[in-house]
């Protein structure tokens, strides 16, 4: 059964701190991995990955995959509080457009 | 700006009423999929379109759930008779795959609070 996971399911860590949220994934037919910030309200877009060992970036965060171990990490470095927030990470199922979400990690940064 | 809409924002309603939420994708997306939030079930797919056309709804209740796109600019879900069980964030969410790539983005409205009491 194709799935996702994530961990941890929850952080606290203070404003300054780098963070490393996990996501490991079982599918049929990998085609991509996706990362949502969700505050609130909708999940926003962040990082979607392909291929192995590329780096994505965007300003004090970067995600990377590995194909051969099925994971991928999103890095936050020196973080805010404006960064608490639910991260999730979606893979597509199979051959379609469904995507398949983990249950996220939970992310609070603390003044 | 380009951004998914959603209507109405929130909504309460009593149990057996009809409930209807509406999304206008993002001009000139073509995939359009409707989404539910739970605690307990987190991020799950209902259904979801391209131009227009309803490729998997397999995720949706089948007896009081239908979804449709009237047109390009507007998706509509629609709950009748509603049960305090619906109660949840409905999202709707839209993209555009690319030169033939089956992966691409989705881009989340802000979605609807649905609470059925």
């Known amino acids: 059964e194709d799935k996702v996971v994530q961990s941890p399911l929850s952080l606290v860590v203070h404003e300054g701190d780098t963070v490393t949220l996990n996501c490991s994934y079982e599918v049929t037919n990998f085609r991509s991995l996706l990362w949502y910030k969700q505050e609130k309200k909708a999940p926003t877009f962040l990082f979607m990955l392909t291929s192995s060992g590329i780096e994505k970036k965007s300003g004090r965060l970067s995600s990377i995959l590995d194909k051969k171990e099925l994971f991928s990490i999103l890095n936050i470095t020196a973080t805010q509080t404006g960064d608490s927030a639910v991260y999730l990470c979606a893979v597509p199922f199979y051959n379609t457009d469904k995507l398949i979400f983990g249950t996220g990690t939970r992310l609070q940064v603390f003044p | 700006d380009a951004r998914v809409t959603q209507t109405p924002r929130h909504k309460v309603t009593e149990m057996g009423q009809e409930v209807t939420m509406r999304c206008q994708p993002i001009?000139?997306?073509?995939?359009v999929f409707w989404y539910r939030q739970t605690m307990m079930q987190g991020l799950e797919l209902l259904a979801y379109?391209?131009?227009?056309?309803?490729?998997?709804d397999s995720g949706m209740p089948k007896d009081r759930f239908s979804a449709e796109m009237p047109d390009a600019t507007l998706a509509t879900l629609k709950i009748q008779p509603s049960e305090p069980r619906d109660s949840a964030v409905y999202f709707c969410?839209?993209?555009?795959?690319?030169?033939?790539?089956?992966?691409?983005?989705?881009?989340f409205g802000p979605g609807t609070r649905l609470t059925v009491t």
């Open positions: 379109f391209r131009n227009r056309a309803p490729l998997d």
């Open positions: 969410a839209s993209g555009l795959p690319r030169g033939g790539s089956s992966s691409y983005e989705q881009y």
């Open positions: 001009l000139g997306h073509n995939t």
